[in-house]
């Protein structure tokens, strides 16, 4: 299990220096889980339990829209923390649910260890902040591309940022993170559209 504590440092350290004092309390506060594929490990309807940390392996955020819909809001290019981070962090019920997409190596902190950490920890308050922050300027650039950028511009931008995920997360998924049809998404992908529209 020593890879998912190294892939975390890792990250961590992109942002800040990690200690060893917070490396080792990482190690007890965060604990190593398999997923299998296509399981959602947080439902809508319930508070979230856990923060997660992906090692590797491919999952999305998604909720329902009015007409039974699935709206995907969130897939994971890389190693990252992924969570419906807003009602963990203020224990309260969400809307979304957390799918892995595929075989996932996660690290996971509850709720209640966050806070038990975060009064001993010399650096995390400063990495979850700067964490979030990306989050937050990740949800802005994509609010932007969906309302001023064509889907074929959505799509470019999005395969050149991302190339895992074209090669691993199915199309329907995909497409609906990028707010376009799965049929257009395929004349996308084979070259055949020259479509403008933002929409379809």
């Not at 947080?42 to 992906?54: R, S, T």
């Not at 996660?106 to 990495?127: E, G, H, N, P």
């Not at 700067?130 to 990740?138: A, S, V, Y």
């Not at 609010?143 to 950028?149: H, K």
């Amino acid at each position: 299990m020593q890879h998912y504590y190294t892939t975390l440092f890792e990250y961590i350290s992109r942002m800040i220096a990690l200690p060893e004092a917070d490396q080792q309390s990482i190690r007890k506060s965060f604990h190593p889980v398999w997923v299998p594929k296509d399981t959602v490990i947080e439902k809508a309807g319930e508070v979230p339990g856990y923060h997660n940390f992906i090692v590797s392996g491919f999952m999305r955020n998604f909720h329902w829209d009015a007409d039974g819909n699935e709206i995907t809001t969130d897939l994971n290019d890389s190693p990252r923390f992924f969570t419906s981070y807003f009602h963990f962090m203020n224990r309260t019920v969400s809307e979304e649910n957390l799918h892995c997409v595929t075989d996932c190596e996660l690290l996971r902190i509850s709720r209640d260890d966050v806070d038990v950490t975060a009064a001993r920890s010399f650096t995390q308050k400063d990495y979850t902040i700067r964490i979030l922050q990306e989050h937050l300027q990740k949800d802005k650039d994509r609010i932007n591309d969906m309302a001023n950028l064509t889907a074929e511009a959505r799509y470019a931008k999005f395969v050149k940022a991302n190339p895992n995920v074209i090669r691993h997360v199915p199309l329907k998924y995909i497409a609906s993170y990028l707010g376009i049809t799965q049929r257009h998404l395929s004349r996308l992908r084979s070259g055949g559209s020259t479509d403008t529209s933002t929409s379809k």
